[in-house]
């Protein structure tokens, strides 16, 4: 089965449908690899910015370690769920049968080809994992449907639902979807079928049309 990587929005943080898309992804029998998102306590991150006036660069880390804090809160919610530092421990859970949950500062802090600035946000490292791992496809889950509207990444960022730097970060090879709330009712029939939840984006429009 093709391998999948899966950041779970921390906008989701303070939502019933979290917990639902923690069951499912936990029950998935695709290989999943879940990213967290920084959530609220990246939004600390910004409000101490704000007051303290330190440098973006460390933002970025502290943003980071915003995710690692969501990744321990994913943790205690699933059995199936396993802590992963490094790519041979995504593949050692991967093998067990297991869900790897990512926490990212130890690959983050070394990786030279990762801007440090809020313009890279869990989105991006999404991606950029992706491409470390093989994954032939990333979900990205939001905290709302309306992204819909858009027929391309380009769109995409234009409207805020994904970073600036994700279409650069996306390995060519790696299939984009984006699921929110009103992906729930089937995404388990879905992974169960080998198939995705959510809208696939291309690159281009056109790309997305010819698919």
């Not at 499912?24 to 910015?49: C, D, S, T, Y």
């Not at 440090?116 to 946000?121: L, P």
């Not at 009712?185 to 879905?190: G, L, N, P, Y």
């Amino acid at each position: 089965m093709r391998r999948i990587v899966v950041k779970l929005g921390g906008s989701t943080a303070y939502h019933a449908e979290m917990r639902e898309w923690v069951r499912v992804l936990a029950e998935a029998p695709a290989p999943l690899v879940i990213v967290p998102g920084g959530g609220p306590f990246a939004n600390r991150v910004r409000e101490a910015q704000a007051q303290m006036g330190f440098s973006d660069a460390s933002a970025h880390f502290m943003a980071i370690l915003a995710m690692e804090q969501m990744a321990l809160a994913l943790l205690d919610m699933n059995e199936r769920f396993l802590p992963a530092r490094t790519v041979e421990e995504i593949d050692a859970a991967l093998a067990r049968g297991a869900s790897p949950v990512w926490l990212p500062s130890q690959m983050c802090y070394a990786a030279a080809d990762i801007a440090q600035s809020w313009d890279v946000t869990s989105d991006s490292l999404a991606a950029w994992l992706a491409g470390r791992v093989d994954a032939e496809a990333l979900l990205l889950i939001k905290q709302t449907d309306t992204f819909e509207a858009q027929v391309d990444i380009g769109g995409l960022v234009a409207a805020g639902f994904v970073d600036p730097l994700l279409p650069t970060m996306l390995p060519s090879t790696t299939e984009l979807y984006l699921a929110g709330p009103g992906s729930l009712a089937t995404v388990s029939q879905r992974l169960a079928a080998g198939g995705m939840p959510g809208t696939e984006f291309a690159a281009r429009a056109a790309e997305r049309g010819a698919a």
